[in-house]
């Protein structure tokens, strides 16, 4: 019994890794299942606009289009001709981008960090309501975070795998010149840059690339980039939208107090789209504890990356507080650095005593267990029971009935609502009646000459559930 005992320890310890990122990849497909299907379940306004934009884009036009997120809306884009338009197919490629941008976070904390910690992180990280919302927003907002995990990712493999190093250095390069496409992206460009230029190992390594390898990055970035300094040419505001200022100066103060709401705000469940706090209080704890220790250990080159990262963005949040979302990686290296800061103290309390070290990591398992479950219940229950954010998403794309063919909209609704008729030949859609009989949506609702309801179309909701009403011609 003993030794089958000891069989299994030694199975179980020589795979905890392989099963703790097992683990972690089950979670994250279930999490991203989860909010892209269920919760919050609808669409908002942004996701609406972004989804009306998409339509209209297309490679073979790419020199006289919006060029801002042209990447994301060429995916949006492709989903939508692939599936039609459905609540799913507008958010399809921002799951996708997610699982990636997951993907790419585990293996970076990995590479920053111990092994463990790095697990430990990304299980917080995907778990909390922050990267759940915005995995299932079907908007670009998730390139906040996609660039920069995979930037710094492929950027610290060049050095690193002489074998495959040309081909990180296009993916680089590739990944650079598309990320110019998003908005502040140049920042993080400019911290890696700084952080080479700053740091001297780093400078090091990059001189052991070669010319031909820098010339191929050089031709792959001005390749694509083409069509964005060919529109900011046209149109030169198009670099301040980039940069991330503002049209016209704000209230300061104003946005000073709201990003403390947003992060600090415990008591403040959220309105709009978006939750509050950023992170759970003791995420939020840890965050400042590994901003200690990034400061304490200030001269390596992880350092150096945050710490650039961080003074870069500060003004550009305080000036544009909806870009919050840039800051989430940054705040996830934070967070991992306090559990590392946190877990090498205590081991540095008991170097040789294995159960104190054993004992130590109770707390902490204890802490991240409570950490993944508030962050999925604030995110479903925030989701699914709050008033101030749940009316921010509508749900009549997955209540219109499926036999429609004729639908009356008002002016506002008809630019989505074409989209919808676009990739759905059955469905004709204006913004008066056509046809002996037809369905108007909540807001076309108006009392039509020679037409009365027949049947309503209602959502759960407890306010404005008369979401669609079937007319049909009066007998009389």
Not at 25 to 32: H, R, S, W
Request: aromatic residues 12%.
């Amino acid at each position: 019994m003993m030794g089958k005992f000891n069989i299994f320890r030694t199975f179980v310890y020589k795979w905890r890794y392989p099963i703790s990122y097992g683990s972690v990849l089950l979670a994250l497909i279930f999490a991203l299942l989860f909010a892209g299907t269920y919760i919050p379940g609808g669409l908002s306004a942004a996701e609406i606009e972004s989804a009306t934009k998409s339509s209209s884009t297309m490679l073979s036009h790419v020199w006289t289009i919006d060029v801002i997120n042209l990447p994301y809306h060429i995916l949006q884009h492709a989903s939508l001709s692939i599936f039609g338009v459905s609540v799913l197919s507008i958010k399809l490629p921002s799951i996708i981008l997610a699982f990636m941008s997951a993907v790419g976070m585990t293996i970076l904390l990995k590479q920053w960090f111990k092994p463990g910690i790095g697990i430990l992180a990304s299980l917080i990280a995907i778990t909390t309501g922050q990267f759940l919302f915005i995995a299932q927003n079907g908007t670009p907002d998730i390139l906040y975070l996609f660039w920069p995990v995979w930037l710094i990712l492929t950027a610290s493999l060049i050095p690193v795998h002489e074998k495959w190093r040309k081909l990180y250095i296009v993916a680089f390069f590739a990944l650079a010149a598309l990320s110019l496409y998003t908005p502040l992206s140049l920042y993080i460009l400019v911290v890696i840059a700084g952080a080479i230029i700053i740091h001297p190992h780093l400078r090091f390594l990059i001189k052991q690339l070669t010319k031909l390898e820098l010339l191929i990055g050089v031709v792959v970035i001005g390749i694509v980039i083409a069509p964005l300094v060919f529109a900011i040419s046209k149109a030169p505001e198009l670099a301040a939208q980039l940069m991330g200022w503002p049209a016209s100066i704000p209230n300061l103060m104003s946005n000073t107090v709201l990003l403390a709401n947003r992060y600090l705000g415990f008591a403040d469940a959220g309105k709009g789209t978006t939750l509050t706090p950023f992170f759970e209080l003791g995420s939020t704890l840890l965050i400042v504890l590994g901003a200690y220790y990034i400061y304490k250990n200030r001269a390596t080159a992880k350092s150096y990356v945050v710490t650039l990262w961080t003074l870069c963005l500060i003004p550009v949040i305080v000036l544009n507080p909806p870009l919050i979302s840039v800051t989430f990686l940054p705040l996830v290296l934070l967070l991992a650095s306090g559990i590392n800061g946190l877990l090498s103290h205590w081991y540095g309390l008991f170097p040789r005593n294995p159960y104190a070290r054993i004992g130590g990591l109770i707390p902490i398992i204890i802490l991240v267990t409570v950490l993944l479950v508030s962050g999925i219940s604030r995110y479903v229950y925030g989701y699914t029971y709050d008033p101030n954010i749940v009316t921010s998403f509508s749900r009549d794309l997955r209540l219109l009935p499926k036999n429609t063919t004729n639908l009356v909209v008002s002016e506002e609704e008809l630019s989505f609502y074409n989209v919808v008729a676009k990739y759905n030949h059955k469905i004709r859609v204006s913004v008066t009646p056509t046809s002996s009989w037809f369905l108007a949506t909540h807001d076309a609702k108006r009392t039509f000459y020679g037409y009365q309801i027949d049947h309503i179309v209602t959502s759960s909701d407890t306010n404005n559930s008369d979401r669609f009403y079937l007319y049909k011609k009066s007998s009389l």
